[in-house]
């Protein structure tokens, strides 16, 4: 099996360790983690679920920045090797892309950001809040210095907003999962559609919880990655234990061209918390992957995720063993 990542980018500096002698697992953790700790800002209390992108000769983000007063913060980050990193310590004032904006998008908090490059920009969305409740805003930057606010993509109670690196049949693509007000007991999968990336329409359910591991809530993780076997996407899912929530994650391959559709869906968890740093934090035992990096020459692939609301954490895997494994391992 050969499986091609499509208008993929060589990236032969991407962060890499090869699997563990001994270690089975289609994805595996890497032996530094965490690779970014709570503490990384001197105003830190946590710094976890963050996005990353290639960016000039390395790479750079939007991370998730929960300050010592607890207010939920974005902040841009910069690496050479994505894997040591160094964060702006002020936080990221939005500019707003129209005036009109202003009174809709006065800040209260934001947090869970996704970074993805389409066509002429970086794109950033996550979760907003809209008259204080959570929605999904959206925002773009070209240097990771100036970031411009656009309209917020719906109203509230909505998390996990997500896009397609490119457009399909014409139009743009995001994953969003529909929610409440609270730490929400229940959540779908849903694409949404826009001509624009400012009206957002044809609402699609993509995937509802089905299995033990995810059965409570599901919802997007990274940005999909186009393979020759559709659409490759890490989503998280959540058993409510007698102990709480649970968060791990897997993946599935969507149709290419109507991405609602699924082909395969891993039946099993990826990676779920069973270490110190998944296990032990502000909120326990959570894996909450947000980014990958993917060299197309190699078809490594590089995911970064939030362990236990406190950190962020690195594993790897290639698509040719994932893909296999999703098609071997599917629930469908």
């Not at 805003?137 to 606010?149: A, I």
């Amino acid at each position: 099996m050969s499986v091609k990542i499509i208008n993929g980018t060589s990236l032969p500096n991407i962060p890499w360790q090869d699997r563990p002698e001994g270690c089975k697992d289609v994805v595996w953790r890497a032996s530094n983690n965490p690779v970014i700790p709570r503490d990384l800002l001197p105003t830190s209390n946590s710094i976890f679920n963050s996005a990353v992108v290639p960016f000039e000769d390395g790479f750079a983000g939007v991370f998730r920045v929960d300050d010592k007063a607890r207010r939920m913060a974005l902040h841009a980050g910069f690496s050479k090797d994505g894997v040591n990193w160094n964060l702006n310590e002020e936080k990221i004032e939005f500019v707003q892309a129209d005036k009109s904006t202003e009174e809709a998008n006065e800040w209260g908090y934001g947090y869970d950001p996704r970074v993805t490059w389409i066509e002429d920009r970086y794109w950033v969305t996550w979760c907003n809040a809209y008259d204080h409740k959570p929605t999904i805003g959206v925002g773009y930057t070209f240097d990771f210095k100036t970031f411009y606010q656009c309209e917020n993509a719906f109203l509230p109670f909505n998390r996990n907003g997500v896009l397609f690196p490119r457009k399909v049949n014409d139009k743009y693509l995001m994953f969003s999962r529909p929610s409440d007000s609270g730490h929400t007991p229940f959540g779908d999968m849903y694409i949404s559609q826009s001509p624009d990336m400012k009206y957002w329409g044809e609402h699609r359910i993509v995937m509802k919880p089905k299995l033990d591991w995810e059965s409570t809530k599901i919802g997007a993780g990274p940005i999909p990655i186009e393979t020759s076997e559709g659409w490759l996407i890490f989503y998280h899912g959540v058993l409510q234990s007698c102990n709480g929530f649970v968060y791990s994650f897997s993946a599935a391959i969507l149709d290419i061209d109507e991405p609602w559709k699924v082909k395969y869906r891993c039946e099993e968890y990826l990676i779920n918390p069973r270490e110190t740093y998944e296990c032990v934090g502000d909120v326990q035992n959570v894996t909450f992957p947000c980014a990958t990096l993917c060299d197309a020459d190699t078809g490594r692939i590089a995911i970064y995720y939030g362990c236990a609301d406190t950190c962020v954490s690195m594993a790897f895997t290639t698509a040719d063993e994932v893909i296999e494994y999703v098609k071997n391992h599917s629930s469908i």
